[in-house]
T-cell receptor, first 113, second 113 residues
Framework: DTAVSQTPKYLVTQMGNDKSIKCEQN?????MYWYKQDSKKFLKIMFS???????INETVPNRFSPKSPDKAHLNLHINSLELGDSAVYFC????????????FGDGTRLSIL | LAKTTQPISMDSYEGQEVNITCSHN???????ITWYQQFPSQGPRFIIQ???TKVTNEVASLFIPADRKSSTLSLPRVSLSDTAVYYC??????????????FGKGTMLLVSP
């Protein structure tokens, strides 16, 4: 069983479109995260949810909106996609805050045409 | 911000011990030091975490000097499968904010036969 699963694995779309990436964790963790890894391989946090509440929102454009229907799911919706949004997006989870070991999904590679 | 600096790359041979050092000169009192491993097309995987002195688990050791301005990840007797990127992460969410959760470029370790 995959602990943290993301769908889709690959996403190719055009500028201006709206897309969503889904994430589910079966570890019973109470905190989930979204990271963006750009072409330079920097892995930077975007959002974190603890018990379904947003507890941080870094300087991310408001075109990006996380949605958490329950503590096992944290989906990422992106409006009006831009070329600069091309990256690999990782979902992660931990029990407690990020001082605890984070478990990552295998990423969603988003390519904007 | 607790910025980290690591070597961009390291080379080793099978069976050798590898030590990767991370500098974090402005580490805060409550910051923990966490190391992750990332293979191509996969999310980072937690290796080890420490606050001070030495921590050891089944796969690695983490050495942290008294001033905590650096840390060294030690991988005993590496194998080809240890070829990966290793990230040092320093941060305490509660006090330093989530901006500290930028992983940085990491160290690309290449293990040869």
């Amino acid at each position: 069983d995959t602990a943290v699963s993301q769908t889709p694995k690959y996403l190719v779309t055009q500028m201006g479109n709206d897309k969503s990436i889904k994430c589910e964790q079966n570890l019973g963790h109470d905190t989930m995260y979204w990271y963006k890894q750009d072409s330079k391989k920097f892995l930077k946090i975007m959002f974190s949810y603890n018990n379904k509440e947003l507890i941080i929102n870094e300087t991310v454009p408001n075109r990006f909106s996380p949605k958490s229907p329950d503590k096992a799911h944290l989906n990422l919706h992106i409006n009006s996609l831009e070329l600069g949004d091309s990256a690999v997006y990782f979902c992660a989870s931990s029990q407690g805050d990020a001082r605890s070991a984070q478990h990552f999904g295998d990423g969603t590679r988003l390519s904007i045409l | 911000l607790a910025k980290t600096t690591q070597p961009i790359s390291m080379d080793s041979y099978e069976g050798q011990e590898v030590n990767i050092t991370c500098s974090h000169n402005n580490i805060a009192t409550n910051d923990y030091i966490t190391w992750y491993q990332q293979f191509p097309s996969q999310g980072p995987r937690f290796i080890i975490q420490g606050y001070k002195t030495k921590v050891t688990n089944e796969v690695a050791s983490l050495f942290i000097p008294a001033d905590r301005k650096s840390s060294t990840l030690s991988l005993p007797r590496v194998s080809l499968s240890d070829t990966a990127v290793y990230y040092c992460l320093v941060g305490d969410i509660a006090n330093s904010g989530y901006s500290t959760l930028t992983f940085g470029k990491g160290t690309m370790l290449l293990v040869s036969p």
